[in-house]
Structure formats: structure tokens, C-alpha cells
């Protein structure tokens, strides 16, 4: 069975990214409505962004006690990341958004999934 991420800071920090990214979306900044206007989602919709956000947050800091909770939650982000990217892709919207946020936050699950479970 997989157990608790260890570091365990490395699952600490994706998830106060993604609470961070949660809160700011509320009221969300420039660069964040660009990216969701440019992948053609609806403002109706980006609430359940936060949603998930919060709720991958959560998921991460009960991992930190509850065996593997933070893997599976670190796998789901990873997933959400793919699929923001092949939306992304799909709009045809590869601008510094894509390249910092999308494949940035992507890049970040990975590095966290890799260093707290494969080491």
C-alpha cells in the first residue's frame, strides 16, 4: 500500500498552491481570466474550478496524515492539469498562460509525485 508522501513538505506546497490559486480565483486576476476565456470556458462554469481546487487542497493536507490519500489526490491533479492542457491545445490557446500556469502547475504535480513517492 502507498503510504504518506514523504517529504511530506513537497505535498504541503502543492496544496497551499492550489488553496492559493483557489482564493485568487474567487476574484479572479487578468492573467487568469485570459486563460479561461481563452480556452472558451464559460464564466458560469469557473466556479467549479474553485471547487475542484479546494477540494485537491484538502485531499493533499488529509494525505499528509492518511495513507494514500495524498498520492491519489496528487494523481487526480496531475489528471485535472492533462486535461486543462488539451483544452488549451484544443482552443488553439498557447500563449504565456498555457506556458506558465497550465504546463507550470502540471510540471509542479509531477515533481511533487515523483520526490514523494519514488525516492
Known sequence: MIGTPQP????????LVLFGDA???????AFIQRCL?????????WWILIVIKLMAA????????????AFTTNVAVIGYFVCASY???RAR???????????????????????????
Open 8 to 15: 511530506w513538505w513537497l505535498t504541503a506546497l502543492l496544496a
Open 23 to 29: 482564493v485568487m480565483s474567487l476574484r479572479p486576476p
Open 37 to 45: 476565456d481563452g480556452v472558451r470556458l464559460p464564466r458560469d462554469w
Open 58 to 69: 484538502i485531499g493533499l493536507f488529509a494525505g499528509l496524515t492518511y495513507e494514500g490519500v
Open 87 to 89: 483544452a488549451h491545445y
Open 93 to 119: 490557446f498557447l500563449k504565456q498562460e498555457f506556458w506558465l500556469n497550465c504546463l507550470g502547475m502540471l510540471a509542479l504535480s509531477v515533481a511533487v509525485l515523483v520526490f514523494s513517492y519514488a525516492v
